[in-house]
């Protein structure tokens, strides 16, 4: 069963927690997402604290579609919309279904780093900006809740300048797949 749109219609830091065990796939390929951070409208770290641009206009939109902006002019990057002006990104999954897939677009072998960190995990499944707007609950994505209860752990964000201190990146205790050690 996916997660229906009021499941992202809530505070953006208990989304990104429950996300932390579901399963995401875009065109069939994906795995179990095991880190994510939070960001919303008030944070001096998010891209939406001076309001909607063009850039950013689907933070603005309504819950439950992507945000996908480009990172360093060289890595896309996915987010998934709480309420508005708040996002979720999706920093590192566990590699599942389409793992040859992600092997080719990534020209690595192994599925340690495949997804490990935002840039990596977005040209693995195939994610650039014709998604940015794009809803959650319809193809390409599917996203299907936890399966069971997640051990998470909660600690600062990373590869930020501003609120670094907001222990808002969760991560799945003890998973080799994250983007960076829990800290």
Known sequence: MP???????????????????ADLRVDGVGGVIVETEAY?????????VNGPTPRNAAMFGPAG????????????????????????????????????TMIARR??????LL???????????GVDRALDGAPLDAPPFALEPAARDEDIHAGARIGITRAVD?????CRTGSRFLSKPAR
């Open 3 to 21: 997660l229906p749109t009021a499941f992202f219609d809530r505070d953006v830091a208990t989304v990104a927690r429950a996300l932390i065990g």
């Open 166 to 170: 907001t222990p808002w990146r969760f």
């Open 115 to 125: 997804c490990a960190g935002p840039g990596r995990l977005c040209q693995a499944l």
């Open 107 to 112: 020209g690595l072998a192994g599925p340690r």
């Open 40 to 48: 919303d409208a008030d944070d001096p770290a998010s891209h939406s």
């Open 65 to 100: 579609h992507a945000y996908v902006y480009r990172s360093y002019g060289m890595h896309w990057c996915l987010n998934f919309v709480c309420r508005p002006g708040s996002a979720v990104l999706i920093r590192a999954i566990e590699p599942v279904a389409g793992v040859e």
